[in-house]
């Protein structure tokens, strides 16, 4: 529900945190003044888990569709693929294997279509901007084409093909197809990425920014440069048999839920569980496991951590290499330590980084990584105990300006021990968006390879741009500089989940035209450019039918496993198209003289596998495979140690420790994360169970020293100002201060509320990724609260 009216003024402020002296408001239900934070003791997804799948089934207001879609969610004879993460499937097939979030996600997308015609003529856009993101989600799904008419401030319904011959004639309008920018969330589908990307490449630009510009860009580039291939190289099998499974930078119970299963299964036989993270989250502990429901009438919980290392916010790399030089120390004493025929026979340049390590003196390493040597050594005495090492890690090991030297450290100490391309050990990233690493696979990525490009030509007989397009980062300063003037999103919420949200507010509002290609109502359609279409699209739980019959779609895994999903449920509006045809229509209008059989992709989508199997190694007989139990496994050459490195070999980096130790004076560290009642931009309510807090997003988590040395008590409200790379200060007023186990000097609070503080200049010179997990900060006490009216 909508809040009321007087309290929505100034609402679009308040959630920018804009306005001293008043409390910020979140992006979730508007927050009362019942808040509070105590000390969470129970296993994750637990009972809590359950009552919170309780009510949000209650609020989708289809409670049976809601559990019809457990049961045929990530099952291997048909049924769809969890929206949610990129955790994959049992491969054993016997779990139902679903977890709390997974239902979130999935309901969320089951609600009916409520943002019609009639909804939207009741409303300017004006007003809707006071509506806080949830109340706009809340709305329900999108149900028909709409257009921005400025006259009245509102959107307008739009038949399809008018609103395909204004996307395409506004494309063939601009000087260079350079002035447009086209974005990808990571839900697409596999067939709809190709097309996208094809459309977009025979149109004439790389301009190609997508979500993992924010997420994981970095794994790609450290894995490429290291092991010659961006994906991880193991399966889950490797999960079923390792001796130590090292989980760094990822909250687990919230994130990717369905690996507590394989968390707890790994300490029944003994595994090592290693978690690496400034915060002690709910997964490093104990769980329920997720689909064993008998557990939860019985409190049975499993453990699912044997240690817990509590690093500084920036400090993986000096820690990863303290437990290289303890490793290197071994060595000394017992050769046996390393794995010399593997560093011998797969890798290059072991000696430069023995030299590297053995010069880095303990004092450095222990200050950059904000463990003590004692801490080190244990990890490292951990390390050369288990033969079997998968080192996991998300997204507090990406969103840094070291990502990729980080990222490629977790490589050099897999190969000190030949833990790379042997069964039960390797490196594995563990994705975010249910098939963002498949959109990467099949095409969406603004600096492809020119291989790729190759035979992009060849099949499609099209002449694709060859210079690298614009990210994420590259296309907001684009829109702003007047550069970039059409703006298409593939789904996703560009404008909330930037950085630096006034500016990109600004930038998206100087389009000529901004397309979003949607599920649900979201800030990305408020903030708008001079002309905008809403164009509303059948969502991963909906059938699909097209002129060929039922549709089904493929997605790949964060384990390189890629399998097909069927929609169950009737579309909620006969006007909601499939992505593949909207982009069929698109391309159309766009490319009249186009030989592309853009029609016949629509309606047949195994014409796409057809074609996609030409284009793309390893999707050799691809409609045959993906209709296959479990699908089929993408080759990853490095698996087999076929690494694919100019040298042929697995290259050791030789990184300098990051300079980032000291914030400077009085300053702090602030890494931005997500709740365990959100997804990304989507939120579902203020609570965050796991970390204890209840009713309220706008808060910073800091250790106890850091409040006292304010002189701040908890709930206290605060103003947070950051300093951005290029000098610039940007500030959020009133959030409130919560106590928190976290190392000092470092702070947290929620994404995508804290993007304000991540300037457009702060973004990785590796990576090009924002630094969201690295922003400086000051904390200081709010001036001057007035009470709100
Ligand atoms: N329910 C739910 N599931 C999701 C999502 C969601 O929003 N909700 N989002 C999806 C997406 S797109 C992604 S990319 C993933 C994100 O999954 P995560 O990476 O787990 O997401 P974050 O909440 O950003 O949390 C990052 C973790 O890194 C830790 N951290 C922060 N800084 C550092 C650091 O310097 N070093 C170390 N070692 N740790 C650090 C934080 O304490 C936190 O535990 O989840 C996916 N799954
Ligand atoms: N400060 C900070 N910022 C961050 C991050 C962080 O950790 N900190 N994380 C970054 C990361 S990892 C990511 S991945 C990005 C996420 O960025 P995005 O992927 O852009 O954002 P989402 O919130 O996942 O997008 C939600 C919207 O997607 C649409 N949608 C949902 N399902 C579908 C579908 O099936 N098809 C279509 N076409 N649309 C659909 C709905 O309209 C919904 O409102 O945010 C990044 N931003
Ligand atoms: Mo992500």
């Given at each position: 529900m909508a809040s009321p009216p007087h309290e929505r003024h100034d609402a679009q402020q308040r959630m920018l945190g804009a306005v001293p002296g008043q409390p910020a408001l979140g992006r979730?239900?508007?927050?009362?003044?019942d808040y509070s934070r105590h000390e969470y003791h129970h296993p994750a997804a637990g009972w809590g888990a359950a009552r919170s799948v309780g009510k949000v089934l209650e609020r989708a207001g289809e409670p049976m569709e809601g559990f019809r879609a457990l049961f045929v969610m990530n099952q291997e004879d048909g049924g769809f693929d969890c929206p949610g993460c990129a955790w994959p499937d049992d491969p054993h097939g016997l779990h139902l294997d679903i977890c709390e979030n997974g239902v979130k996600h999935a309901t969320w997308e089951l609600a009916p279509a409520n943002a019609d015609r009639e909804f939207f003529a009741g409303h300017t856009v004006a007003e809707l901007a006071e509506w806080s993101d949830y109340d706009l989600e809340a709305v329900g799904r999108l149900a028909e084409p709409m257009s921005y008419n400025p006259a009245t401030d509102k959107y307008e319904p739009i038949s399809w093909d008018d609103a395909f011959v204004l996307v395409g004639g506004t494309l063939r309008e601009l000087e260079t197809p350079d002035q447009a920018a086209f974005y990808t969330s990571g839900r697409l589908s596999n067939e709809a990425t190709f097309l996208y990307q094809l459309w977009v490449r025979e149109f004439g630009t790389n301009n190609l920014p997508d979500c993992s510009n924010m997420c994981h860009e970095a794994s790609g580039r450290a894995l490429t440069a290291a092991i010659g291939s961006g994906k991880g190289t193991v399966d889950l099998h490797d999960w079923e048999i390792a001796d130590a499974i090292w989980l760094m930078a990822d909250n687990a119970a919230t994130n990717?839920?369905?690996?507590l299963t394989w968390l707890a299964e790994a300490d029944r036989r003994g595994a090592q569980l290693v978690h690496i993270n400034p915060l002690i989250e709910a997964g490093s502990r104990r769980t329920i496991i997720p689909h064993e429901f008998a557990h939860l009438a019985t409190f049975h919980a499993t453990s699912t951590g044997t240690m817990n290392v509590q690093v500084r916010i920036g400090g993986d790399l000096a820690l990863l290499r303290g437990v290289a030089k303890a490793v290197f120390e071994a060595a000394a004493q017992d050769p046996d330590v390393l794995d010399h025929e593997f560093i011998a026979q797969y890798t290059h340049g072991v000696d430069e980084y023995r030299a590297l390590v053995e010069a880095t003196p303990w004092a450095d390493l222990v200050r950059d990584a904000g463990v003590d040597e004692a801490g080190v050594r244990r990890l490292a005495d951990s390390y050369l105990a288990t033969k079997r090492v998968i080192i996991a890690w998300c997204l507090g090991l990406t969103q840094h300006e070291h990502g990729v030297d980080t990222v490629r450290e977790v490589v050099n100490l897999l190969l000190l021990r030949g833990n790379l391309g042997r069964p039960g050990a390797g490196p594995c990233p563990v994705r975010g968006h249910s098939n963002v690493q498949g959109n990467r696979t099949c095409g969406i990525n603004n600096r492809p390879d020119q291989p790729f490009l190759d035979r992009l030509a060849e099949v499609c007989e099209i002449d694709p741009p060859r210079e690298a397009g614009l990210g994420t980062v590259g296309t907001i300063e684009a829109m702003q500089s007047g550069d970039v003037k059409v703006f298409v999103a593939l789904g996703g919420n560009f404008a909330l989940a930037s950085p630096d949200l006034p500016y990109t507010f600004e930038a998206l509002r100087k389009c000529e035209l901004t397309v979003q290609v949607s599920t649900k109502l979201n800030r990305s359609h408020i903030v708008h450019g001079k002309r905008a279409l809403i164009l509303p699209c059948l969502g991963r739980t909906d059938k699909d039918v097209q002129a060929g019959g039922v549709q089904g779609i493929t997605v790949e895994d964060s384990m390189s496993m890629v399998h097909i999903s069927y929609g169950m449920k009737d579309p909620g509006s006969p006007q909601l198209r499939s992505e593949c045809a909207i982009l069929a229509g698109l391309a159309q209008a766009t490319l009249p003289e186009s030989r592309t059989p853009w029609q016949s992709y629509a309606d047949d989508y195994d014409r796409i596998r057809d074609t996609m199997a030409q284009v793309l190694p390893g999707f050799e007989d691809f409609n045959t495979r993906a209709r296959g139990p479990h699908g089929f496994r993408i080759h990853q050459p490095a698996r087999e140690r076929d690494f694919r490195t100019p040298s042929g070999r697995v290259e050791f980096s030789l990184a300098s420790l990051?300079?980032?130790?000291?914030?400077?004076?009085?300053r702090l560290t602030l890494a931005t994360v997500r709740s365990h009642d959100q997804f990304n931009t989507t939120i579902y309510s203020n609570d965050d169970r796991y970390r204890g807090l209840k009713g309220l997003r706008t808060v910073v988590f800091m250790n106890e020293n850091d409040l006292r040395d304010r002189g701040l008590e908890e709930f206290d409200l605060v103003d947070i100002t950051s300093f951005s790379k290029d000098g610039t200060k940007r500030t959020v007023h009133g959030y409130r201060a919560v106590r928190y186990?976290?190392?000092?000097g470092c702070t947290a609070g929620y994404m995508p509320e804290l993007n304000v503080l991540c300037g457009i200049a702060d973004y990785s010179t590796q990576s090009d990724q924002p630094v969201t997990k690295h922003l400086v900060v000051e904390v200081t006490r709010s001036r001057e609260v007035r009470p709100i009216d």
């Open positions: 979730g239900p508007t927050p009362g003044s990717a839920p369905r690996m990051p300079d980032d130790v000291d914030p400077g004076e009085g186990e976290i190392p000092p």
